[in-house]
Nanobody, 123 residues
Framework: VQLQASGGGLVQPGGSLRLSCEVS????????VGWFRQAAGKEREGVSCISRSDGNTYSTGSVKGRFTISRDNAKNTVYLQMNNLKPEDTAVYYC?????????????????WGQGTLVTVSS
């Protein structure tokens, strides 16, 4: 499984960005896919996830109502639409995936990771 993340950049507070994660090697219906982020000097944290086991989406509290995760099975791509961005959203964003049905619905750590894409929110 390979993942290619893109879409990061510099945006002003209150602005929007859409990150893309193109998955190759397997179709999305066999995978859970999530977005994580790591800010400078901080631990990596989960942001949003689409579960393989129930198809539901999950997001951490700080991004609820602002970030939306979605997928396009035809393009085998998962998106993270980020609105009303804040300086504290500045981080390197990673997409990750796994075949396990535990991924997204538990604290299970995914096996496959893409390279990061930097999101900087600053005026």
């Amino acid at each position: 499984v390979q993942l290619q993340a893109s879409g990061g950049g510099l945006v002003q507070p209150g602005g929007s960005l859409r990150l893309s994660c193109e998955v190759s090697g397997f179709t999305l219906d066999s995978l859970g896919v999530g977005w994580f982020r790591q800010a400078a000097g901080k631990e990596r944290e989960g942001v949003s996830c689409i579960s393989r086991s129930d198809g539901n989406t999950y997001s951490t509290g700080s991004v609820k109502g602002r970030f939306t995760i979605s997928r396009d099975n035809a393009k085998n791509t998962v998106y993270l639409q980020m609105n009303n961005l804040k300086p504290e959203d500045t981080a390197v964003y990673y997409c990750a995936t796994d075949f396990s049905r535990s991924f997204c619905v538990t604290s299970y750590y995914p096996k496959y990771w893409g390279q990061g894409t930097l999101v900087t929110v600053s005026s």
